[in-house]
C-alpha cells in the first residue's frame, strides 16, 4: 500500500477541491492509483487477510488507505476505483465486517 497507492492518494488529496483542481495532474494520480491497486489485488489472497487468515498489523497499514477510496471516487467521478481489482474489493469487504476495524472507524 506504501509504495502502491498511497502516494497517488496524496496526489489526489491536494486535488480535492474542484475550484483549485488541476485536472490533468488528477486524472494522472487516479490513473497511478488505479494502477497501484491493481497491484495489491495480485498480492492479496484470494481469502482471508493481507498476511493470512486473522488481522496483522499488515492489514493495519492496508486498512486506513481503503478508508478514503469512496470519498475520492466520489470526488473525482470515478466510481470504479475497485471494479478491476476483485480480490481487493472482496478484502475491503471481509475488513469492514470485522470488529476490530468497525471500532476503529467508530
Do not use: W
Not at 488529496?13 to 497491484?39: I, M, Y
Not at 477510496?69 to 469492514?96: H, N
Request: proline share 8%; net charge negative; with cysteine.
Amino acid at each position: 500500500a506504501e509504495l502502491y497507492a498511497v502516494p497517488h492518494l496524496q496526489a489526489l488529496f491536494g486535488q480535492l477541491n474542484p475550484a483549485d483542481r488541476d485536472q490533468a495532474r488528477a486524472d494522472e494520480a487516479v490513473a497511478k492509483l488505479t494502477l497501484g491497486l491493481g497491484h495489491l489485488d495480485a498480492l492479496l489472497p484470494a481469502t482471508g487477510f493481507a498476511a493470512g487468515p486473522q488481522l496483522t498489523t499488515a492489514d493495519c497499514l492496508i486498512a486506513p488507505m481503503l478508508f478514503f477510496l469512496p470519498m475520492l471516487s466520489g470526488a473525482f467521478a470515478d466510481p470504479g476505483l475497485l471494479s478491476d481489482t476483485p480480490k481487493l474489493a472482496a478484502y475491503v469487504d471481509r475488513i469492514q465486517e470485522e470488529p476490530a476495524y468497525r471500532r476503529v472507524r467508530e
